[in-house]
């Protein structure tokens, strides 16, 4: 099929792509995926400023007039709800009377009603209780946690450029792991393991392009992702860590050009703990400027599902690799 849009040849968004060495065939990249590099990679985003703000979930998690939303934020618990118009609310998951959990508690009119004794909060101090500062991005919840964070607290958190809202199609994925967030930053500072360890979605990926430490901190990725079969959409990508818990996936050309992915640790537990663990909010927000794209936006309660098997797909490898890493660091036997 040929045509032109916007002056230009109309292309397939798709490739076939030629026949290639099997798996173990590739060229390795052991010696590419230089530990020293993604440790300093690692160290760096650890020391940029969050503002002690924490993604908590999915906006779409917390439902106006549905039930209040929790979350244990490094040891915190938390509660979010929605207001009568609408408005996000947040603040400690546990009841100042006598403890109860909030987060099974009932919103009515925008105020949530314990489900002890029935104290309402509307969202403001009441009895002992204190909202938690909070931010409703579109796609994403955050919290500002001072007491976890430990930081100089930021006014709003550090929201990753999007393609325009209500013109890509969003989704979010949420697992938890047996690990630190710096493990999970880790796994994604390594772009290298994608075509061994994720063959079934990745193949002839080539980093063209490692992070120097200045102000284009980035890793940029050659790498075509696969659809079936030989048919494939190969992407250049580049990978930023704006924060300390954060890591961004942005194609910067190829089909799909300015699509992201964000991958947001939130630790559960508090720190230093024995067994710690972590949720895993990875947000893909997709946008192609073709006019058929339309018809994705239109299908977006129908792709959003596919959406998060594929990210639930790749995590399912990589919290087994993040959680390894833990393992190791933990023991002491962490190579390096």
Not at 310 to 315: D, E, H
Request: hydrophobic share 40%; glycine share 12%; proline share 9%.
């Amino acid at each position: 099929m040929s045509g032109r849009r916007g002056g230009e040849r109309w292309s397939p968004p798709l490739r076939r792509r030629r026949p290639g060495p099997d798996w173990a065939a590739q060229t390795p990249t052991w010696r590419q995926a230089r530990p020293a590099l993604i440790a300093d990679a690692l160290k760096r985003a650890s020391a940029r400023p969050s503002g002690n703000w924490f993604v908590v979930g999915a906006s779409r998690d917390v439902r106006a007039g549905g039930r209040p939303f929790g979350r244990t934020v490094g040891g915190v618990e938390v509660v979010l709800w929605r207001s009568a118009d609408g408005g996000l609310r947040a603040g400690p998951g546990i009841c100042p009377h006598l403890g109860a959990p909030l987060r099974d508690s009932r919103v009515v009119c925008g105020t949530l009603v314990c489900h002890w004794h029935g104290l309402a909060l509307d969202g403001s101090p009441s009895a002992g209780w204190r909202p938690f500062p909070v931010h409703d991005d579109g796609v994403l919840v955050w919290v500002r946690l001072d007491e976890v964070g430990g930081e100089e607290p930021g006014e709003r958190p550090a929201v990753p450029a999007r393609p325009a809202t209500g013109r890509g199609v969003d989704a979010v994925f949420t697992t938890v792991g047996r690990c630190e967030p710096q493990d999970v930053v880790a796994n994604r500072l390594d772009p290298w393991h994608g075509s061994w360890f994720h063959p079934y979605s990745f193949v002839d990926l080539t980093v063209v392009r490692e992070p120097t430490g200045g102000e284009d901190d980035a890793f940029v990725v050659d790498v075509s992702f696969r659809v079936a079969g030989r048919l494939v959409v190969p992407v250049r990508a580049e990978f930023t860590a704006p924060g300390p818990r954060t890591v961004v996936m942005r194609i910067t050309d190829g089909e799909g050009a300015t699509s992201v992915v964000e991958t947001h640790a939130t630790p559960l537990t508090g720190r230093d703990h024995a067994r710690p663990r972590t949720a895993v909010v990875e947000a893909v927000v997709a946008f192609s400027d073709r006019p058929g794209f339309a018809l994705a936006r239109a299908a977006a309660p129908v792709l959003r599902p596919l959406m998060r098997r594929t990210a639930g797909r790749l995590w399912h490898d990589d919290l087994a690799y993040a959680e390894r890493r833990w393992t190791l660091r933990s023991t002491g036997r962490f190579p390096g």
